[in-house]
């Protein structure tokens, strides 16, 4: 007699909890399920699905995570109108995870659904597969009024790195909606020094919400934007460390010499992650310049930045 029960045998008891007239029986079973492989635990989830209880379709749609192909994003897709709330966002949840390129023109048609819950998950979906298709409605998405749907469509964008989308993105950030304006930042990281645009990633770093700077300024970091490193100067004296970090760090990605004088005064700050950030920006920037400030810090309290000061002390010695 086997000492365990074979997989059969273990179908098949989740097989009988998933019919039991119990729904915390039949809740428990799909949750069991997730950690079965194989094309009857998937049927048996997508047929969860469809259970009269809302807590058992919620635990499937959760489950389902572990398990791929297009007939899971289809069941995905049609719980994004299920009747009650936390199943659609479970299964929102769920299908933002997978990359299914073939379901693509199902989730396009879907992201032009008349509920904003259900064209924002669809956008959220088909951000990662990068498909060229979905650029026109993602651009018909910002001019949604719903803010949530604005975002997913602008994550789209910025996915694609779409040029074509640069007049739309002028204008989403003035959006009046703060994570709107911020989603615009990240899905202008296409941009390039000296090209359209430039203008409102710059102007992004004076927005009046933190976090829009802060996007702006990691956005900047990533294109190594020279025409920002007056603005990005000035943000080292924000008021939120967040955002002095991130202008430090844009600093030194982009080689800004007229930064060494305050990036110097940064290793003095209270917050270890800026002074890390500023002896990170100065051994990049490597000017003589920036030596007597990171010679100061030589024993700084933190590890990580004393390591980062003498690299840069190296750098800038040209050793």
């Known amino acids: 007699m086997p000492v365990f029960d074979t997989f059969e045998d273990d179908l098949d008891d989740l097989a009988e909890r998933c019919a039991d007239p119990d729904p915390g029986i039949r809740r428990v079973a799909m949750m069991d399920l997730a950690e079965a492989v194989g094309p009857d635990a998937k049927v048996l989830l997508l047929k969860g699905l469809a259970d009269d209880d809302a807590t058992v379709r919620a635990a499937a749609a959760k489950a389902l995570d572990e398990h791929d192909g297009a007939d899971v994003v289809e069941g995905l897709v049609r719980s994004l109108e299920d009747a009650d709330a936390d199943v659609r966002r479970v299964a929102a949840d769920t299908l933002a995870d997978k990359k299914e390129p073939a379901c693509g023109p199902l989730l396009i048609e879907r992201a032009a659904h008349a509920d904003p819950f259900v064209q924002a998950a669809a956008l959220r979906a088909l951000r990662e597969l990068v498909l060229p298709d979905a650029l026109a409605i993602a651009l018909k998405a910002l001019r949604s009024p719903s803010a949530e749907v604005r975002r997913e469509g602008l994550g789209v964008v910025g996915y694609l790195k779409a040029e074509a989308a640069l007049p739309a993105l002028i204008a989403t950030a003035g959006d009046p909606d703060a994570g709107v304006r911020r989603a615009t930042m990240v899905a202008l990281v296409f941009l390039r020094p000296g090209g359209p645009g430039v203008a409102t990633l710059i102007a992004g770093l004076r927005d009046e919400n933190w976090q829009v700077r802060e996007e702006a300024a990691r956005s900047a970091a990533k294109i190594r934007l020279p025409e920002a490193i007056e603005d990005l100067i000035a943000r080292m004296d924000d008021p939120v460390w967040q955002v002095r970090v991130k202008a430090a760090n844009a600093l030194g990605r982009i080689g800004a010499v007229e930064a060494v004088e305050v990036l110097g005064h940064a290793l003095g700050a209270e917050i270890g992650n800026l002074r890390k950030e500023a002896a ?30 003498r690299w840069a002390i190296g750098r800038c010695r040209g050793t």
């Open 280 to 309: 990170a920006a100065l051994g990049e920037i490597a000017d003589p310049r920036a030596l007597p400030a990171l010679e100061a810090d030589y024993d700084d309290p933190d590890p990580d930045v004393r390591k980062l000061v």
